[in-house]
C-alpha cells in the first residue's frame, strides 16, 4: 500500500498569529497611557486574527487545509459527507458502481457506530472512509478545546479502523470550521485536514440540478468536490442520490473520472 506522506506545509501564519495575540495585551497596556482607543486596536486585530481563520473555511492561516490533489489528468476527487445512512448508502454505492467512480465517504463516528454494515459496505466495493469526528458538532466544533477536539477525532477514529493497512488518512472539520487547536491534533495523528474546491451547496439547496450544475461549473482537474448523504431523509429520500446521480453524469459526459488521490498528491491551494 502506498504510503507517500501529506507534504509538510510551513506554518508561519499561525505562529506569527499566535506570538501577535500574546503581545497584544502588552501593546495595549504600554499604548492605553497614550490614547484609549489606540490601546483597543491591538485586542480588535489579535481577536480578528483569531477568528477569521477559525469561521472562514478553507483558511490556510492555521495550518494547511487540502483543497486540490496534483494530477494531469481529468480526474476529480469526489467525497461524500455526513453518513453512512441507511436511506442513502447503498443507493449511493450502486451510483458509483454504475459510473465507475470512487469516492471517499467523510463518516460521521456515531452513524457509523449505528450503521457497522454500511462501513463495511463502502469498504467491500472499493471506496475510502474518512473521519468526520464523532457526534458532527458543527455548532460547537469551532470552539471546542484540544482535548475535545482529540476526543472528537479518537472516537471516530477507533470506529472507522477497517484493518490495520487501512487506518482513515484524513479528516474534515464539521461545515469546514476548524480553530487554532485543529492542526496540531491532526499533525500528531498524521491526518490530512481536507477542504474543498467546489461544494455542491446540497445542505441548502433544494433543486438537485442546481446542486450537480453549481460543481460542474467550478471542476477542474485535481478538484476535490463535496456532496452530502443522510439529509432529508424523511422528506426528500430522493434527494441526496439524485445530486450524486446528477453530479457523476455531468462529470462523466466531460470526461472527468472519480479517483481517491494519495496523501502525497494533496495540495493546500484550490485546483
Ligand atoms: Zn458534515
Known sequence: METAPIPNQPRWARRFILAFVFIAPCLAFYLVRTNLFLALAPIFLSHV??????????CQWFGPVMRSFETDKPEVWLTIDDGPSPAHTVAMLDLLDRFNARATFFVIGRRAEQYPHLVTE???RGHEIANHTYSHPSGTFWFASPRRIGLEIDLCAELLRGGPDRPPRFFRAPVGLKNLFVDPELERRSLALVGWTVRGLDTVQRDPEQVARRILRDTKPGAILVLHEGHRAAKNPEFNPRCLELTLSGLAENGYRC???????LRPRAA
Open 259 to 265: 479517483v481517491i488521490p494519495q496523501p502525497g498528491q
Open 122 to 124: 463502502i469498504l467491500s
Open 49 to 58: 486574527l483569531l477568528l477569521y481563520p477559525t469561521l472562514v473555511a478553507n
